[in-house]
């Protein structure tokens, strides 16, 4: 049974992570900053730090209320924006294995589901309709219509629909993804030029502003 501060001959913990090795009483650099304040003389740590796996993992018992300030939190975000699975056991808690281990398992798709989100918005945000169309003939009525707010907003929908229609059931993440999404974004947005400029937007926009304004002009 794995319970907070627990001192078994068998370590329930390493054995359900699946690695025997980490760090103790860890303090991280930064992590005093977010919670204390770079000023304190109290220095926060966590209970452990499994460096070596893939991602990290950090395993943290409640302390008594008499002795510190949990700071859960500050903690989770601190380790989120550092890509590492953060795993609180709580004071009074006494966790089965499997009930650390859903506990793990949950924490560590949270983290990367948190951070795959991240990466599309970036992926998203690094190709925009001019660098799509600065090398395409100058056509200023569809360029207004690309660059409307509707219309952008529609984009970054259909690219990331179309991806998760690419993909299907593969489990395709980090750098992969990023290229993968980025290129259906630039075959969306040169898709969307096409019709725009054949006047055949149609249902596949909820806002039609854009695409009304570029049928009353010549195209």
Known sequence: MIQNKSRL?????????????????????????????????????????????????????EPSPLDAKFWLDEKRKFFFERGIVYVPVFLKERLMPAQFSARYKEERDNLLLGKAVINDDAALKAVTVDAVIQHLPPDR???????????????????LR?????????????????????AVKRQVIEDLREKVKRGRMGPERSDHEPAVAARGQSV
């Not at 991280?28 to 990290?56: A, E, M, Q």
């Open 9 to 61: 001959p068998v370590d329930e913990i390493s054995q359900v992570l699946g690695n025997p090795h980490f760090a103790e009483r860890y303090y991280p650099n930064g992590l005093k900053d977010v919670t204390v304040g770079p000023h304190s003389l109290d220095l926060v740590s966590v209970s452990r730090f499994y460096l070596h796996l893939k991602p990290p993992v950090v395993v943290d018992f």
């Open 141 to 159: 009525t569809v360029e207004d219509v690309l660059k409307h707010p509707a219309s952008q907003q529609w984009i970054d929908i259909e690219s």
């Open 162 to 182: 179309r991806l998760e229609v690419k993909i299907g059931t593969k489990k395709i993440t980090g750098g992969a993804r990023t290229n993968m999404l980025r």
